[in-house]
């Protein structure tokens, strides 16, 4: 990568002294990747950056600048409308919108084999700042993207305030949320997973899923990708805040664990479907290069932090966990669910995470996590029934979980969440089936951008969660994002909801304010609040 601490403009002859005198092939690292010729004034069929702009996983210092080339995103054979040839993109960040003070710039390809996306790993920044960025190929700039670096690892912050959101099936309703989210004075958007959906449902709200087939391979995952990133809402967000991503499992198959799909079926054929939807993946999402897969694997779960006031423990629940417990679905009576021997995240990411916990400095230690912790009984009376897909399924492991944070003395855990496509904010017990038993952290379950349609204020699965799990505080099923205030006292989530996303414009409205006292782990107050229903 070619790093300038001088500022040069996007003028044209800039441009091709950066593309004569410098070696473009020894530019990148990927490069190194590409086998195809290289092409420095390229032409295109259309503009290039129809799928926006994106930046993520912001670090004191700098932060990822994503864009892909694809003047035709939703052609068949998954190469965008791109020729074969590899391209130099060049990048710049600066202190404005307008690009008067940029401070840094660079070059960097896009080639076929990757979709011809571009991540910029920008170093060299002020640590808590917002930024601007904007991409040139050829004759074409694209839209300008604003971003934020995270505060220094010491600094000692106030406050600080993010996003967290989650599926977006594409059929089910429009992205309104992220419209309104655009609008939102947060530092970072964290992304729980769900991110496409691998269906080929059509829906009924004009929106049906490309191809309209469930999706296998490359090209496939890459249309799919293209259909949901030319969402204008999407794109808007993606512009306004940097994202910290991780996939659940619609980014590849409904309920896949490690090596087997939904259906239990491995092998060669689920490993390439998983290395197609890996690739695709890290192709259209602002992740660092340390993720860039290698066939079936990725390397997701990482740390990011906001000074000593809160860190961020992203988790990968679905690479490294055993398959679902007794057939997977909705069980009565599953003791295979108890077995110690079974792991949700991998014995290595489990003792990574407990070191992480071990030697956490910040105020708030936050899990970033795609299917529920919380225990969710969904049987009325004595009996019990659980999820397998979820952390219920995986109970010894969770446990080991909560008695490492209790026996270092986490004393403010907080886990977001996604997958559930409904809010639930809930006290984290040591033995959920004991309510006196300690209280170990707080759990908010985000709702879904628009899986599930346009959902409602409650519902009589709802109804009967909040009857037979007395550590859930709150529900609502109607779709929406939370944002949290975070400082060195307290915490507040502001679960906002949409009533509508069969047509696009719904208002947003905040159905509920939920606080937490730093150093007295558990809700202390939930303020429910009356919102326009449709
Ligand atoms: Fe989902």
Redesign the pocket.
Known sequence: MSRFTSTPGFSRRRFLALGSGFSLAAALPVAGLSAAPARAEPRFSGDPFALGVASGDPEPDGAVLWTRLAPDPLAADGRGGMPGYKVPVTWQIAEDPGFRRVRRAGVEWAVPELGHSVHAEVRGLEPDREYWYRFRAGRHVSEAGRTRTAPAADAGIASMAFAFV??Q?YPDGHFTAFRHLAGEDVDVVVHL??YI?EGGGQGTVGRGHLPAREIHSLADYRVRYGQYKLDPDLQAEHAAHPWIVVL???EVDNNWADGLDGDDVGGAEFAARRAAAFQAYYENLPLRRSSLPAGPHMQLYRRLSYGTLAQFHVVDTRQFRDNQACGDGRQFDCDDRLDPARTMLGAEQEAWLLDGLTRSRTTWDVMANQIMTMQGDSAEGIEQAFGMDTWDGYAAARQRLFDGVEKRGIGNFVVVT????RSVAADLKHDFDDPASATVGVEFLGT?VS?GGNGSDQDEWGRIWLQENPHMKFHNVQRGYGVCEVTRESWRTDYRVVPYVSTPGAPVATRARVHVTAGRPGIREVEQLAVPQP
């Open positions: 989650s599926c099936n997973g769900d959906y659940d499992d619609h996604g997958d559930a496509h879904s899986s």
